[in-house]
């Protein structure tokens, strides 16, 4: 199980950037799950915000990268069939 804690996604030592990126993900809707400290996971779509690489579950690499990029893919969780989902099975380290 991941040590992070599931309630608050934002980390004391996350820099103000990835802060505020966070709680912009949290504002649109999304269930933002913190998998590891560079791993932030909204259903199947995974960044690392310190490379700014996206992987689209299962390990599908996407060619762009950064937060801009992550945010285009993510469906829209207002619009019908856009509702992301996430699993609870617990994350391995």
Not at 10 to 30: A, F, N, T
Not at 52 to 73: M, N, S, V, Y
Request: proline letters at 11%; hydrophobic letters at 30%; a positive charge.
């Amino acid at each position: 199980m991941s040590k992070y804690n599931a309630q608050s996604p934002i980390l004391p030592q996350d820099p103000p950037k990835l802060r505020e990126q966070i709680e912009v993900l949290e504002r649109r809707g999304y269930p933002v799950m913190r998998c590891t400290r560079y791993h932030i996971k909204i259903g199947d779509y995974n960044w690392f915000w310190s490379t700014g690489k996206i992987t689209i579950d299962p390990q599908t690499r996407h060619p762009e990268k950064g937060f801009d990029a992550f945010l285009r893919l993510l469906p829209d969780p207002m619009k019908k069939g856009g509702r992301v989902t996430i699993s609870l099975r617990p994350m391995s380290e």
